[in-house]
Each structure stands twice: as C-alpha cells, then as structure tokens.
T-cell receptor, first 115, second 113 residues
Framework: AQTVTQSQPEMSVQEAETVTLSCTYDTSESNYYLFWYKQPPSRQMILVIRQEAYKQQNATENRFSVNFQKAAKSFSLKISDSQLGDTAMYFCAFMTSYNDYKLSFGAGTTVTVRA | DTAVSQTPKYLVTQMGNDKSIKCEQNLGHDTMYWYKQDSKKFLKIMFSYNNKELIINETVPNRFSPKSPDKAHLNLHINSLELGDSAVYFC????????????FGEGSRLTVL
C-alpha cells in the first residue's frame, strides 16, 4: 500500500516570502505520479502541480515549484513570492501507473500567508 | 460556467434518514469520483466510475450506493445515516488518461444529528 506523509500540519509565511512544504511517500513502484493540490478556505480543491517519477527535471508552475528526490522518496513544494491568495490547505498526493484510478492523499498542511 | 457542480452544498439531517447528493460535470471527462473528507481534513476515495462503470469501491459500507446514469453524472445515495457519516463529500472528475488530475466540485457538507 502506498502512504503519503506530510509532517507539517501548519505553516505561516510573510507575504512575498518563500515557504517550502514537505512530503514523503512510500512505494515499491518505480513509475508513479505525484501531485500537489490546494484547498482554499472556500473548499474547492484545485491542482497546483504534477510530477512524473520518470522525469528528473523538477516541475514548475509560475511561483510554485517542486523538489523531487526519488531516492529519498521526497516531494516538497516551494511557494515563492507568497501572496495572500496562497492561504490554503495543501495536499500532497500519489498515484501509481498501475493503480486503479486511486489517488492517495497526505494529511495536508495549512499555509497562512500574513500581510 | 461551473465545471463540476454538486447539489446540495449543505445537508443537515437526522440519524436513520436517507439522503442523496448529485454531481454533474461539463468538462467532457470520462471518469468520476466520490471522495470523503473527514473532520480532520483527511481525504479518502470512496468510489470511481469510468464511462458509467464502477471501477473503485473502496470498502465503503453498503449503505452508500453510487449511481452513474451517464458519464457526466455521478450521484451518491446514503441510506440509514449514522453520526459517523458527517463529513464533506467531494465529487471529482478526470480524463482516464490523466486520472491523477482531478477537477473537484465545491463539496457537500453533510451533518447527521
């Protein structure tokens, strides 16, 4: 079974600063997919970024980037130039290529951006 | 133009009652899901349908019965509601070929008294 661990329940960051959220996962598969989802206080979850395990290059989406360390099974999310709208709960998620449509989520990290 | 819409957004009901939540997506996706988010915000998949066929049934009590009349709709009916069913239920959809990239609805908060 795959597990996803987010060890930081809450983080706070000053506006315009950078914050890094950690995520580790456990799997015996060699090919898989990793995701970060954002859930703002309005509740609707949206996909922030995805990473394929076979790609060595770290994914980037505007101010969001990941640090994917396959050997360490680590997948951290960096939010640069934090904005008030980044305040949300962030979920790390994992899916194997051979899994039946099942996305496994971590427990989430609440990020608060301070003005 | 809402992509994944769920109704109702809030339900408050008594133990033992039956309730339904409806979900519709207009994204042209072929796969739909129900996720449950508990009071600690933990998200867990309940069901998944691909082109109206059930492909995941994640050890959910049989009081929960999903139904997909077509690939744009996935409804959830819950019989004999229990206190532990209180949660936020999220509908989501995706393309089969991109099934980790989910589009979520706004959620339906169910409170069982």
């Amino acid at each position: 079974a795959q597990t996803v661990t987010q060890s930081q329940p809450e983080m706070s960051v000053q506006e315009a600063e950078t914050v890094t959220l950690s995520c580790t996962y456990d799997t015996s598969e060699s090919n898989y997919y990793l995701f970060w989802y954002k859930q703002p206080p309005s509740r609707q979850m949206i996909l922030v970024i995805r990473q394929e395990a076979y790609k060595q290059q770290n994914a980037t989406e505007n101010r969001f980037s990941v640090n994917f360390q396959k050997a360490a099974k680590s997948f951290s999310l960096k939010i640069s130039d934090s904005q008030l709208g980044d305040t949300a709960m962030y979920f790390c998620a994992f899916m194997t290529s051979y899994n039946d449509y099942k996305l496994s989520f971590g427990a989430g990290t609440t990020v608060t951006v301070r003005a | 133009d809402t992509a994944v819409s769920q109704t109702p957004k809030y339900l408050v009901t008594q133990m033992g009652n039956d309730k339904s939540i409806k979900c519709e997506q207009n994204l042209g996706h072929d796969t739909m899901y129900w996720y449950k988010q508990d009071s600690k915000k933990f998200l867990k998949i309940m069901f998944s349908y691909n082109n109206k066929e059930l492909i995941i049934n994640e050890t959910v009590p049989n009081r929960f019965s999903p139904k997909s009349p077509d690939k744009a709709h996935l409804n959830l009916h819950i019989n004999s509601l229990e206190l532990g069913d209180s949660a936020v239920y999220f509908c989501a959809s995706s393309l089969l070929t991109l099934r980790g990239e989910l589009f979520f609805g706004e959620g339906s908060r169910l409170t069982v008294l």
